[in-house]
């Protein structure tokens, strides 16, 4: 019936559900003892979620997965596999465990609260400790791997003689003969109890659906392979097609120069995290030698210590990378994901970007955790096609960030020459020029609202001020215009503008025309 319902499903195309058939047949092969066939077919199920982006299986989570296959190894003395996948088991179950603790476990993954993944990883941990002497260790992972057993509601019946099985061989070994009664008298209640079933209805059901055990043709696994193989194909073509209508979106956004960086960046952000379903992102920029975080919403105290030690690793080895709790490098780069709370992230992509050997910039996000894992919409698991294409629009934000900057340092210089060109260079105030443009400004406003003004002009010339620079000198002199420069502003304050009309003749204008205010300012 399982070759008829990977026929059924193969020629529908349809190879999420011919790995679930396959995980259903391992669990049947680990009943039976199987332990390599259950092996292979759980790697069919891997290959599937890798090839296919998917999250988890309809049927069970990744860290299921693992610990199914971290029980086989050890059932077949791969202490080696064994451990390997349980370490991939525990990355995805330090977050459920980190949960635990914090009394939350209720809002914990959709799928029996992961009771069952936990069993399996405490249960082949415990295994792995008899095969290596850590009786102690066996010890306690058994009683935590028992507990999680109650919790799972019937999940493990595939394993359950196996467990029970495995602590008489334990506790008889360790001369603990009434816990090894007390197994062996729950295993014998387990076993009639499964007598007791009556499967009948479920062949009847079958029978009535039309379908004969000699109907079926068998698949190939090779076929299933290719099949495998052409779904990721159509899958990332429809992704890209996707993601080209996106760029054309993304060139037009960030090909501005009336913004600011900061400002450019939160709108790039805040686009990017939304079309990728992403949802931490750091983005920092080391403009001469100095750190400057441009985007940051992931909730950590990124200190500038951080970000300099951030800039060394990504000096050291500028390539950059993408991890995941599924793939075998995810330890190798734990210095990075550490920062950022190394049981919550699921996936991440970090991209340094380069200019002559010397560190600009740095993209880092990541996706955390899921409290479920069977969203059909979005993807927890970033892969290299999702590294490239990342690069590919923070490489035209790069550039984009480059023309503002240039846009910024041109506008800078122009408004320098703008104030050089109205303003008094010895004393700071307006030159004549900046004194009639000053006017212009002011009756354009007027004339633009339509209103009338009146407004007063006081005409300013320093007594014997030729004759302080004849006897004390041009520095002296030019000492007396900037003091009473600075005191023709002070006493005209936010009612006007001074400007020094040449010479050593000043122009206070006025926004008052009152004869009482205008004598007072000019005494």
Known sequence: FYKKAIQIFYDLRLPEDIAE?????????????EYKQASEYLMICMKTIEKLHLNSLRV?????????????????????????????????LNYVLEKSDADEIGSVHD?????????????????????????????QNYTTAEHHLRQA????????????????????????????????????????????IDITDCFEKIKHAGIEREDSVEISLSEIDA?????????AYQQKKHQMNFISSWQKMIDVSDVSVKTMMQSVMKTFLYHFSVDKALYIRYLDEKPQILFDNTERRITVEKQRFIKKCFTEDPRGFVVSKISSNYSAHQNIISLFGEDNVCSMVAIPFMNNGKLESVLIVYVLMKDNWHSSVNRYMLDEDDRNLYELLFREVQYSLNRLDAYEKIYEMNTKL??????????GIYNRK??????????????????????????????????????????????ILKEMAGIFKEVCGKEGFVSR????????????????????MAQ
């Open 153 to 196: 509601q019937g999940n493990q019946s595939f394993c359950y003689c196996l467990f029970r099985e495995s602590r008489i061989r334990f506790y008889e070994s360790m001369g603990r003969l009434e816990l090894r009664d007390n197994e062996q008298a729950l295993l014998l209640q387990y076993k009639e109890t499964m007598q007791n």
């Open 227 to 235: 099949l495998i193989r052409q779904e990721g194909i159509s899958r």
């Open 418 to 427: 703008y104030e050089s060109a109205i303003t008094d260079q010895l004393t």
């Open 21 to 33: 058939v396959f995980y259903n047949m391992s669990l049947n092969y680990i009943q039976m003892g």
């Open 111 to 139: 799928y029996a609260k992961c009771d069952d993944d936990l069993f399996l990883y405490y249960f082949s941990q415990a295994l792995l400790d008899v095969l290596q002497g850590k009786e102690k260790d066996a010890a």
């Open 60 to 92: 069970c989570n990744v860290s299921k997965l693992y610990g199914l296959l971290a029980l086989c190894s050890v059932l077949m003395g791969n202490q080696f596999n064994c451990e390997r996948y349980l370490l991939n088991c525990k990355q995805f």
């Open 434 to 479: 900046g004194f009639y443009l000053q006017i212009e400004e002011i009756m354009g406003r007027l004339q633009k609202k339509k209103q009338k003004r009146s407004f007063a002009l006081m005409f300013i010339d320093l007594d014997n001020f030729k004759g302080y620079n004849d006897t004390f000198g041009h520095d002296v002199g030019d000492l």
């Open 501 to 520: 009309y040449g010479g050593d003749e000043f122009i206070v204008f006025v926004k008052n025309n009152k004869k009482q205010v205008l004598e007072q």
